[in-house]
């Protein structure tokens, strides 16, 4: 199936400063990749749409000037997270799903592994 | 979208059958059923999805009823290796909508 990867898989940044997460659908393009955000024992929370080439939608609650987002490429969407507070640590997940001539019966969303911010 | 509920938590033993339904009483004509499975530290893993009646993959089936209001996953003899949690989501597949994932069941499979 298709492969979402993230890099980096975990990040411990100090506080104040700013940290890019990129997501990249390995063999398939990905007009729209999607950012979730999901603390300790809890589920995953949408934060944001990418669209490449256009601006990012973001979820109500979710601060765009805090959490920069960049889909430059059909394969590539960045997060930055900006001047990071501890209460930023979470776990960041991206997701996207290929389209529909090449996904298959399944129509399925590929996650990436995910990348384990830590602020201190 | 439409909101699903599952169980919070389920146990079960190695070699059972489980079964977790899902609620989605507001579901539309166009939106699919489908069911994650996610371990921890990592991301979502796809195991079925389906429209109406059964779907059956090397995993898992998925029970749909006629009027498509919940949903069953079938997990058959679980293993230790099927602890983690399972999410139900409700959505018309566009590739350009996401998922909005709910609180999950999390399973806990022993021996």
């Known amino acids: 199936g298709a492969v979402v990867s993230q890099h980096p898989s975990w990040v411990i940044c100090k506080s104040g400063t700013s940290v890019k997460i990129e997501c990249r659908s390995l063999?398939?393009?990905?007009?729209?990749m999607f950012w979730y955000r999901q603390f300790p024992k809890q589920s995953l929370m949408l934060m944001a749409t990418?669209?490449?080439?256009?601006?990012?939608?973001?979820e109500q609650g979710v601060e765009k000037d805090k959490f920069l987002i960049n889909h430059a490429s059909l394969t590539l969407s960045t997060l930055t997270v900006t001047s990071a507070h501890p209460e930023d640590s979470s776990f960041y997940i991206c997701?996207?799903?290929?389209?529909?001539?090449?996904?298959?019966?399944?129509?399925?969303?590929?996650f990436g592994p995910g990348t384990r911010l830590t602020v201190l | 979208l439409a909101k699903t509920t599952q169980p919070i938590s389920m146990d079960s033993y190695e070699g059972q059958e489980v079964n977790i339904t899902c609620s989605h009483n507001?579901?539309?004509?166009?939106?699919?059923i489908t069911w994650y499975q996610q371990f921890p530290s990592q991301g979502p893993r796809f195991i079925i999805q389906?429209?109406?009646t059964k779907v059956t993959n090397e995993v898992a089936s998925l029970f749909i009823p006629a009027d498509r209001k919940s949903s069953t996953l079938s997990l058959p003899r679980v293993s230790l290796s099927d602890t983690a949690v399972y999410y139900c989501?409700?959505?018309?597949?566009?590739?350009?909508?996401?998922?909005?994932f709910g609180k999950g069941t999390t399973l806990s499979v022993s021996s």
């Open positions: 997701s996207a799903r290929p389209p529909p001539a090449t996904s298959g019966a399944r129509n399925e969303q590929f």
């Open positions: 063999d398939f393009q990905a007009t729209t």
């Open positions: 990418s669209n490449e080439g256009s601006k990012a939608t973001y």
């Open positions: 507001n579901i539309a004509t166009n939106d699919y």
């Open positions: 389906g429209y109406k």
């Open positions: 989501l409700v959505g018309d597949n566009q590739a350009g909508t996401a998922l909005i």
